[in-house]
């Protein structure tokens, strides 16, 4: 690493490049805070994996995923945004108001303000045909996709209260729904269970466990291989569509142990705000929100994380160490008044 780069300290760095991120990174690089963005490998979150997105405002013909992400990224760069596309291995956050550190291996990054927009990822149940068939049947979003399923037999696989509230969505379009889950037993709420049975076109299958997810000549779904969780006996159901709906993880294991974070791993932020617990640290998109996980709420929590990290350095005067000078060594800075 460069003599250069050890001193800079930049005004924010963004960990993460989903919506949230991207968002955070447009505004932040508009307020001329040149913003330098972790985007991760796999940069785009979801939307990568995504094939058609209809339901994001100003997309009147709908947009694919992969090319939503490519909009969203071209136009942060356009107003000066950095982008590295790699994962970050560790972060050292100050929890006074300090510099914060990321690091890329041994490389370190400094920044006065980090924003943590790392997301999150749907639970997989990890069997053949998930990930094949995934944008030809299979899906982890009944509010993106279950409009595209009207007429179809689908397959809702969980049994939590996520698996129910896909299941009456996804049930306004599809013919039949059934919701299948491991157990005979529900995770689920009562309330959210008698909400779903409630509907005519759903029923339920248990206890079975998915083993399959089987094309036709299509190449899209056709059948589902299921097991007999109690008796281990195996069959097959035809369905054109299945929600995988087990839950999501969210991917704040670098810095769990340095914010607060809930009992299911989401980064904690003040209501109404995107501030942690340390100052100078914001947080947005799906590593914070358990509950609508859209990527237009996303986009919307990208924006607050922006102007809350410009407001940030805008009042809080940063410590000593904060400053950059290109002669090494740091300058008496006035009291502020």
């Known amino acids: 690493m460069s003599e250069d780069s050890k001193k800079k300290v930049e005004n924010v760095i963004i960990v993460g490049g989903g919506p949230a991120g991207y968002t955070a990174a447009l505004y932040t690089a508009r307020a001329n805070l040149e913003p330098l963005v972790f985007e ?50 560790r972060v050292e956050l100050s929890s006074d108001g300090g510099v914060h550190k990321v690091f890329l291996g041994d490389e370190e990054h400094r920044a006065k303000s980090v924003i943590l927009a790392m997301g999150a990822e749907p639970k997989r149940l990890g069997v053949p045909g998930e990930m094949e068939l995934a944008g030809r049947g299979v899906s982890t979003c009944g509010v993106c996709d279950g409009a595209f399923f ?7 696989i969980g049994g939590g209260d996520s698996a129910m509230e896909d299941s009456v969505f996804i049930s306004k379009f599809a013919d039949e729904l059934t919701i299948v889950n ?27 466990t ?36 087990i839950g999501h993880v969210p991917r704040s294991e670098v ?15 003040e209501p ?4 942690t617990n ?14 609508y996980r859209q990527a237009v709420t996303a986009a919307g929590t990208g924006c607050m994380g922006a102007l809350d990290a410009e407001r940030y350095l805008r009042d809080s005067p940063p410590p000593v160490e904060a400053h950059w000078f290109p002669g090494g060594e740091p300058a008496e800075i006035a009291p502020t008044a």
């Open 278 to 291: 340390l100052p100078g640290v914001f947080a947005v998109g799906d590593v914070v929100d358990h509950t």
């Open 255 to 269: 810095v769990k142990d340095q914010v607060d974070v809930d009992e299911d791993g989401y980064i904690k932020v």
């Open 150 to 156: 009207k007429g179809h037999r689908v397959l809702v």
């Open 182 to 208: 491991r157990r005979d037993e529900f995770r689920a709420s009562k309330i959210m269970y008698d909400r779903a049975l409630a509907v005519d076109n759903i029923d339920t299958l248990t206890p079975f």
């Open 40 to 89: 991760g490998f796999q940069w785009g979150g979801q939307l990568q994996n995504t094939t058609d997105v209809e339901n994001y405002p100003g997309y009147p013909e709908g947009i694919m995923g992969p090319e939503m992400m490519n909009q969203f990224r071209a136009q942060a760069e356009r107003f000066g945004t950095r982008f590295v596309t790699d994962d970050v291995d």
């Open 272 to 275: 109404g705000s995107t501030r």
């Open 210 to 245: 998915p083993l399959e997810f089987l094309p036709g000549e299509d190449g899209k779904l056709a059948k589902v291989k299921l097991r007999h969780s109690e008796t281990g006996e195996e069959s097959e159901i035809e369905a054109t569509g299945a929600f995988v709906a």
